[in-house]
């Protein structure tokens, strides 16, 4: 699937709060940060929101979740024992 590159070039302060949270859900916090994030049309409509405060790229990267949850799930599998269950 294909992918967007994601990158806040514009601070938040004296933007509306919406505008903000879309960011934030975007999974951007800094400037300068970046995200590669699946192109669904979820992203697309989030993206059009706030787009004055963004850099957007397709490209041909993989979509790695991000987040709390994701990283401790990925360290859950990799200290599981390899070999459990037959």
């Known amino acids: 699937m294909a992918a967007l590159r994601?990158?806040?070039?514009?601070?938040?302060?004296?933007?509306?709060?919406?505008?903000?949270?879309?960011?934030?859900?975007?999974?951007?916090?800094?400037?300068?940060?970046?995200?590669?994030?699946?192109?669904?049309?979820?992203?697309?409509g989030m993206v059009a929101k706030v787009g004055y405060l963004l850099e957007?790229?397709?490209?041909?990267?993989?979509?790695k979740p991000f987040g709390r949850r994701s990283?401790?799930?990925s360290q859950r599998e990799a200290a599981k024992p390899a070999g459990k269950g037959a």
């Open 6 to 44: 994601v990158k806040l070039v514009r601070g938040l302060s004296g933007h509306p709060e919406d505008h903000r949270a879309t960011v934030r859900g975007l999974g951007l916090t800094k400037v300068g940060r970046e995200r590669i994030l699946q192109d669904t049309p979820d992203i697309r």
């Open 56 to 63: 957007v790229q397709p490209t041909s990267e993989e979509f």
């Open 71 to 73: 990283r401790a799930k």
